[in-house]
């Protein structure tokens, strides 16, 4: 347990409508991930963060946007909800410790966009 | 565009034998590699990282890395019911990134 907990973990909103999903860790990790997993296109990297106030895009970050004003918590925004975002959302940190960088994974938000 | 492949299966095994899952990436510099298992519903769980060449092993897992090759692939030994899930193969590339393959899907047979 990396001490990673996301919130929610389900939410159903309508399309246009803003969301955002926290991710929350506990040690003080500096790498922070938000990846959306769907069926045949396995985990896709949206945004990450390297710091605070240290983000980046990764390969399907149109319609996203992140915030990371303090060490624990890395919020994704989606600014107007569609229904191609419905997906399940998962963070992910970098071990500080890890030899070899390993990542670890929250719980997951199941999110629907009706 | 670097890719990391495996076949989505589902790769079927009766219990007790050697399951065996593959994967291919394209980008030669990659230094780390991982292998996550993931159960239906829920976040994927890291079980197993390889670095060098060579095999590495844990417990009933070997991971085996051919950088020559870029493959890297993972054994599970005396396979048993409770291994049944997809297994998702990711590499390190650059500093900060990650790149996942697709799963492939483990159904071990009792």
């Known amino acids: 347990d990396a001490g990673i907990t996301q919130s929610p973990r389900h939410k159903v909103t309508e399309t246009g409508t803003p969301v955002t999903l926290r991710c929350h860790q506990t040690?003080?990790?500096?790498?922070m991930y938000w990846y959306r997993q769907d069926p045949g296109h396995g985990l896709r990297l949206i945004h990450y963060?390297?710091?605070?106030?240290?983000?980046d895009k990764g390969e399907v970050s149109d319609g996203y946007s992140v915030s990371r004003s303090k060490t624990e918590d890395f919020l994704l925004t989606l600014e107007s909800a569609t229904s191609s975002q419905t997906s399940v959302y998962f963070c992910?940190?970098?071990?500080?410790?890890?030899?070899?960088?390993?990542?670890?994974f929250g719980p997951g938000t199941r999110l629907t966009v009706l | 565009q670097k890719e990391v492949e495996q076949n989505s299966g589902p790769l079927s095994v009766p219990e007790g034998a050697i399951a065996s899952l593959n994967c291919t990436y394209s980008?030669?510099?990659?230094?780390?590699f991982f292998w996550y298992r993931q159960y239906s519903g829920k976040s994927p769980e890291l079980i197993m990282f390889?670095?060098?060449?060579g095999d590495k092993e844990d417990g009933r897992f070997t991971a085996q890395l051919n950088k020559a090759s870029q493959y890297v692939s993972l054994l599970i030994r005396d396979s048993q019911p409770s291994d049944s899930a997809t297994y998702l193969c990711?590499?390190?590339?650059?500093?900060?990134?990650?790149?996942f393959g697709t799963g492939t899907r483990l159904k071990v047979l009792a």
């Open positions: 992910a940190i970098r071990d500080r410790d890890g030899q070899y960088n390993e990542q670890f």
């Open positions: 040690e003080n990790h500096r790498y």
């Open positions: 963060s390297y710091g605070v106030k240290d983000t």
């Open positions: 980008d030669r510099g990659s230094q780390s």
């Open positions: 390889i670095y060098s060449n």
């Open positions: 990711a590499v390190r590339s650059g500093t900060y990134k990650y790149i």
